[in-house]
């Protein structure tokens, strides 16, 4: 069983930063592919950046490759979404996410999910 709490969220202007954190428990987190997901009012639950257990394999969205930065420090048990250049189209509800080995970008794939942390960009 692995438990997620993101924190890290708020509101900022458009063209600033963000970094979310994600803390699992579980003593086997160093295993699990952490991913980052979000979702819009109204829309649905969206891929955004996913890292494999060893760090080695990293992916983005289209969306924010080249802003956005997922790392992880499986000695803390944390995995880290740093957002750079922050649009309006960014706000949402980011939501952290665990599944055992292999990236995945669908959410059907992930076992585990955190509560998630509101990101809200003002134009």
């Known amino acids: 069983q692995v438990q997620l709490v993101e924190s890290g969220g708020g509101l900022v202007q458009a063209g600033g930063s963000l970094r979310l954190s994600c803390a699992a428990s579980?003593?086997?987190?160093?295993?699990?592919?952490m991913g980052w997901f979000r979702q819009a009012p109204g829309k649905e639950r969206e891929f955004v950046a996913a890292i494999r257990w060893t760090g080695s394999n990293i992916y983005y969205a289209d969306s924010v490759k080249g802003r956005f930065t997922i790392s992880r420090d499986n000695a803390k048990n944390t995995v880290y979404l740093q957002m750079n250049s922050l649009k309006p189209e960014d706000t949402a509800v980011y939501y952290c996410?665990?599944?055992?080995?292999?990236?995945?970008?669908?959410?059907?794939?992930?076992?585990?999910w955190g509560q998630g942390a509101q990101v809200t960009v003002s134009s």
């Open positions: 996410a665990a599944k055992r080995f292999n990236v995945a970008v669908t959410t059907t794939r992930y076992d585990y």
């Open positions: 579980g003593r086997t987190f160093s295993s699990y592919t």
